[in-house]
């Protein structure tokens, strides 16, 4: 049997505005990068406590990452 990731979109949960805030938060009171993405994880957890640390940390990266992080293609 072969496990597959979540199809959940992490960005559509009720927790995310909370990631980003607590992220932002962190990002202008001069934070290590470090603490900024731990700030998002910690508020993901407050809103869904009965979650495991691994999934937590993964939901909350998949916001900030996909709020933050833009691709761009030289060509």
Same mark, same amino acid.
């Given at each position: 049997?072969? %496990?597959?990731?979540?199809?959940? +979109?992490?960005?559509?949960d /009720?927790?995310?505005?909370? /990631? !980003? +805030? ?8 001069? !934070?290590?990068s470090? +603490?900024?993405?731990?700030?998002? /994880?910690?508020? %993901?957890?407050?809103?869904?406590? +009965? ?13 900030i !990452?996909?709020?933050?992080?833009? !691709?761009?293609?030289?060509?």
């Amino acid at each position: 049997m072969v %496990w597959r990731g979540s199809t959940i +979109d992490p960005t559509a949960d /009720v927790a995310a505005a909370s /990631v !980003l +805030d607590a992220f932002d938060g962190a990002r202008r009171a001069g !934070l290590a990068s470090v +603490d900024c993405y731990r700030a998002g /994880v910690e508020a %993901w957890r407050r809103t869904h406590p +009965d979650q495991s640390a691994e999934y937590t940390a993964k939901q909350a990266v998949a916001v900030i !990452l996909a709020a933050k992080i833009s !691709l761009r293609v030289d060509e």
